[in-house]
């Protein structure tokens, strides 16, 4: 059954510009580099906007789609500039510019894209410092000078405190990569104390001007990017960028410019964009924009059955196409790893009379997980193998939700709802990059539906996936097909003989059975932190524990995790209940 995808195929001219990267006045090896290395023969559309005036020194603020070449869009102008100091700079100069990103594969994806660019210039060196490093490494690495130096945030601050040996006198860039990810994940204040102690916030001018270097007559130079923006942003935006120019928030897009026509600035400055009144340049309902060519649609779920209709979506997307990249999102580490180890170890069909050996791993795809719990190096090896692969699957929290770049992901899979309309976009943003095809699917039960609205107040609308058509495409092994009209998804024949092995098999291997009741309570808990306007759609106790429960293929509910997590849910649904008894004696009083 083919699911149908987007009719709108993206040209090329939507996605490249009609100029050429050395038109836009970057160093001609600079661009022999960008073609031999990366293979870039033309600049995307945000470089060519973004490419002149961050060259021109302006400070700016990227608003463009996932997959759109932003992090070029930033790389080329620092590089075009350092390689162009002479005498060269030296490693001993220290570090010329900061790229800010919010995670850990996302600071080791933009080294790499360094690390190729740089080939050429090799006296100007990459370098990284992340979470979840040896600290003492990362002194080491700083002491001797890295010139450009990507690094999360808390990290950051702490190398800024503490190590005396990190050189920042010639800092002109700081760049922030997914800007609104950053201040999401609560280093608001951690940036501003970064920016404090680098001088490269607007009140603390004074901060600058102590910092005395042979190259202190460039002026330091703020970039924000993002494919989404937030109030938080807004704020980002007014402590670090001077006079900034705004590039592709507004839908009056200009026409692309070579860099010689180019006449001022291609956009509007900030200031008239926020108008006198300094209003938000981002409302808490903008518009998001998603690529064109991507198929996005959404399947309601009754809870009980999540879990086989995650495995039989899988199974049939790999049937209908054996060569695939599908990632599939989850809420907590705990059901990343339970989802991993069933989906490697179980088998089908389970009852056959066929010797083990011949029975089919269920899944009979390579498959990949990723989460914060496991160490920085399984993380890499995981991100590289991933990219490497030509069809797999990968399951995975957040970590990967952000800026990664997945050649050929065809599929994004969101098995949790990812929360802020936001995230949703840059969870389907790994897929249809840079005018590829793409589709993506949303899980949703009955009771959450209303998280559709939630997405169309950002423009993001979704079509419904044909479920029960894709479930009648299986037949169950040797399970008569009822021949009966057909009944709700829980009833259906597929559904309950593949549910029950499900159920059999956990409860027949200890270690996965136990993976399950960790995954169990860690997918409650989180799915009370839903905040704002989210917990009206996502409300906890509105779940049925004993579906919930069947969706982790469990026989009982979970009782052997520590007694804490449930007298914490219960604390939680009384407070909650609790709550919505005043709310309804206020609105009484009132009415
Ligand atoms: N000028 C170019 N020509 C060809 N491919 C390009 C060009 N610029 C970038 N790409 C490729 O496009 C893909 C997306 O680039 P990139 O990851 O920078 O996008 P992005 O806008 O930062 O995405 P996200 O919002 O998800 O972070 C990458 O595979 C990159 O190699």
């Excluded at 800010?100 to 370098?127: A, D, N, S, Y």
């Excluded at 808390?154 to 405190?161: A, E, T, V």
């Excluded at 509007?268 to 409302?283: A, K, P, V």
């Excluded at 169990?520 to 509105?542: D, M, N, P």
């Amino acid at each position: 059954m083919e699911v149908k995808k987007s009719s709108s195929k993206v040209s090329s001219e939507e996605v490249f510009a009609s100029c050429s990267f050395s038109s836009l006045g970057l160093d001609p090896k600079l661009c022999d580099q960008l073609k031999e290395r990366l293979g870039y023969e033309v600049p995307t559309l945000v470089q060519a906007q973004a490419i002149p005036l961050i060259i021109s020194g302006r400070h700016v603020l990227v608003n463009a789609a996932t997959g759109t070449g932003k992090t070029l869009a930033y790389l080329a102008p620092v590089i075009h500039h350092l390689q162009k100091y002479d005498p060269k700079i030296d490693r001993s100069d220290g570090t010329f510019a900061l790229v800010l990103v919010p995670t850990r594969e996302l600071c080791m994806q933009v080294l790499e894209i360094l690390q190729k660019i740089l080939h050429r210039f090799h006296w100007i060196v990459p370098g990284y410092i992340m979470g979840g490093e040896k600290r003492s490494k990362e002194k080491a690495r700083l002491r001797k000078g890295i010139s450009i130096l990507v690094a999360t945030p808390g990290r950051l601050l702490d190398h800024l405190r503490n190590t005396s040996s990190f050189l920042y006198k010639n800092l002109r860039w700081v760049i922030f990569d997914e800007a609104d990810r950053i201040l999401e994940l609560g280093f608001g204040k951690d940036i501003e104390e970064i920016l404090d102690i680098l001088g490269s916030r607007q009140q603390s001018a004074v901060a600058k001007d102590d910092i005395t270097s042979r190259y202190s007559h460039f002026q330091r130079q703020n970039l924000l990017l993002s494919a989404t923006l937030n109030e938080k942003v807004n704020e980002l935006a007014k402590i670090s960028l001077e006079n900034p120019v705004l590039i592709g928030l507004n839908d009056k897009k200009v026409q692309l410019k070579s860099f010689h026509e180019h006449v001022g600035p291609v956009e509007s400055d900030l200031e008239n964009e926020m108008g006198n009144s300094g209003e938000s340049l981002c409302s808490s309902d903008k518009e998001f924009k998603l690529p064109a060519q991507l198929a996005q649609r959404y399947v309601k779920v009754p809870c009980g059955a999540r879990l086989v209709v995650l495995l039989s979506i899988l199974k049939h997307l790999f049937e209908r196409e054996a060569s695939q990249k599908i990632v599939v999102f989850f809420s907590t580490c705990d059901a990343v790893d339970f989802h991993y180890s069933l989906a490697t170890d179980f088998q089908w069909p389970p009852n056959s009379q066929m010797e083990a050996e011949f029975r089919q791993m269920f899944l009979g795809c390579k498959i990949f997980r990723s989460h914060g719990k496991m160490d920085n190096e399984k993380r890499r090896a995981t991100f590289q193998a991933f990219k490497a692969e030509k069809s797999a699957l990968l399951l995975s929290t957040d970590v990967a939700a952000r800026g990664l770049d997945f050649p050929k992901v065809r599929y994004i899979i969101q098995y949790d709802s990812p929360g802020e309309a936001a995230e949703y976009v840059h969870r389907v943003g790994r897929t249809a990059r840079l005018g590829e095809e793409g589709e993506s699917l949303l899980f949703l039960q009955l009771l959450e539906i209303d998280y559709l609205q939630d997405l169309e107040k950002h423009g993001v609308v979704l079509g419904e996936y044909p479920l029960l058509k894709m479930l009648d495409g299986f037949s169950a092994h040797g399970i008569k097909k009822h021949v009966k009209n057909l009944v709700t998804i829980e009833r259906h024949h597929w559904v309950l003989s593949l549910q029950k092995a499900l159920e059999t098999f956990i409860s027949t291997t200890p270690r996965i059975k136990k993976l399950a009741q960790n995954a169990f309570w860690s997918w409650v808990k989180a799915y009370s932190t839903h905040r704002g306007e989210l917990k009206r759609i996502f409300v906890v106790q509105k779940l049925h524990l004993g579906h919930v429960t069947k969706s982790f293929a469990l026989k009982e509910q979970p009782s052997l995790v520590s007694k804490s997590n449930q007298k914490e849910f219960k604390k939680r649904k009384r407070d909650e209940k609790q709550k919505g008894i005043s709310k309804k004696r206020k609105f009484a009083k009132k009415s």
